[in-house]
């Protein structure tokens, strides 16, 4: 089986003596729908619809497939599917086979997808026949072609498209079983084993790869249930890729309940609001950007969102003026929450939390198991209310880099039961565990020796009329070291003047060393494939400005 990076077997052994794991699984979950209700729905998406009994006959089918192509227990295989029925599907077949998964992002393109197959010796890639207007079978052929590590065994196609060589995964979901489904039994993955591999570029253009152990998914996936008041009646709503964060999380979620879920592979505000009202969803996973493009929707009072019971965000920080908003328009509650590549999720606002607490900028307390605390630059816990980096870990997070011991130790400290992953992000906890964050500690603009951290300003420029969404950035400056500059998206039919809204800024009597040094409004942001912000490419514009 892939290696635990990070955790020791005994630490295996405590978390599931203390029962943060169990031997369930998620696919013992999906099997357990199949047999108490197998008639409900439970995926769709704009062309497909299947009940449970379908999911587990169409899993059970691809997951024994693929293991008579000749792929074996452990073989890494590289997935590249947009938002579906099928990504779903994918994922627990794999599961079912003992095949680790790695997702990689849909907008990735030759060069990323070169260098992630060549990096984890990819046994199969499964991938689209092509994607709004992309060939994705073109861009592999490509790679094969100039491929200079071991090529992969199989292609694996969803779509209809398949050139000679590669397997359609449709078709093996279609066919008949050779042999019993009994022997998937021996070759699922259990609890302490690594079952996923979630993959991202991050901020730095070099590929994170991270495990995810079955237990961790699990166990995240109840706590956000729980938090959010799940139940097998409520229909979820996975408008954000499946294979990020936010996206990944509803369906963890959604699964231990039984709920059906909807995807979407369009994030277009109207597509999501017609999905809403018409499939009744009432819990809906996304990122602040979307929910931002969905609030902005010059049509959205014509749309019946009475459904509509619960919002979660995650991914980037969600904005205070723009949390009230949502729940002002929409008629829900909106429950933000906080995690990452390498912690999975850390915290998650619940529903019986005070609207100060759920809109006032925190993410809520950490997950059952999860232990968080805040330390100063000596790496010494601060008291409540006070700012510093978290630094966190526990049996809902990451075991590790894949196959990177030593990057593993860099991120975490050190391997075993006393390492800490730091998080980068800085933030304060108040006395009843309540995180709020201020920003990513790299991101802390020191002004002329004052620190300026972006979040402040960001939330206070959200609260201007005419803005839709803020970024601050630091600049370099020959005297004062570094000085805040911001980017701003007006909302639709507004164009605020820069002057204005410095004027604002100022109305809010903060200290004067925090006022941007520059205003620059724009369209729209760069974005890293999190849907985040790209801060390094909007200081970098600045740069070359000047």
Known sequence: MAELTRLTQEMVREYLEKGFWTSETMVSAFDRHAIEFPEDGAVSDTGARLTWAQVKVKTDLLALGLLGLGLKRDDLVVIQLPNGVENLLVRIALKKAGLLAAFAPVTW????????????????????????????????????????????????????????????????????????????????YGPGEVSLLSISSGSTGNPKVCEWPEGAQVLVGKEIAARLKLSREDVAGIFAPVGGGAGAMVWLAAAQVGCRMVLSDS???????????????????????????????????????????????????????????????????????????????????????????????????????????????????????????????????????????????????????????????LASMDAQGNITLLGRKKEVIIRGGNKIFPAEIESLLCGHPKILEAAVVGVSHPALGEVPCAFVIPRTGQDPAPEEITAFLRSRNIASYKLPERVVVVDEFPRLESNKVDKLGLAQRILAEQ
Request: aromatic residues 6%.
């Open 109 to 188: 393109r030759q060069t990323e997808m070169t260098q992630i197959l060549e990096r984890l010796d990819a046994k199969a890639v499964l991938l689209a026949d092509e994607f709004r207007g992309f060939d994705y079978l073109g861009m592999l052929a490509e790679i094969q072609a100039q491929f200079r590590a071991p090529r992969v065994q199989r292609v694996l196609v969803v779509g209809d498209r398949v050139p000679p060589g590669a397997v359609s995964v449709n078709d093996l979901m279609d066919g008949k079983p050779e042999t019993s489904s009994d022997c998937l039994k021996e070759t699922c």
């Open 267 to 425: 994030l277009a505000a109207e597509v999501l609001l017609d999905l809403i009202e018409r499939e009744r969803v009432s819990f809906m996973g996304t990122v602040p950007a979307i929910l931002l493009r969905i609030l902005e929707c010059p049509n959205l009072s014509r749309y019946d969102l009475s459904s509509l019971r619960v919002i979660r965000t995650g991914t980037a920080a969600l904005s205070p003026s723009v949390a009230k908003e949502a729940e002002t328009k929409l008629g829900c509650v909106v429950a933000p929450a906080y995690g990452s590549m390498e912690t999975v999720s850390i915290s998650q606002a619940g529903l019986n939390d005070p609207p100060e607490i759920r809109l006032g900028g925190a993410v809520g307390k950490a997950l059952p198991g999860i232990e968080v605390k805040v330390v100063d630059e000596a790496s010494r816990e601060v008291r409540h209310g006070e700012v510093g980096e978290l630094w966190v870990r526990g049996p809902g997070t990451s075991s590790g880099y894949y196959r990177d011991p030593e990057a593993t130790i860099r991120a975490w400290g050190q391997l075993g039961r006393e390492g800490w992953f730091r998080m980068g992000d």
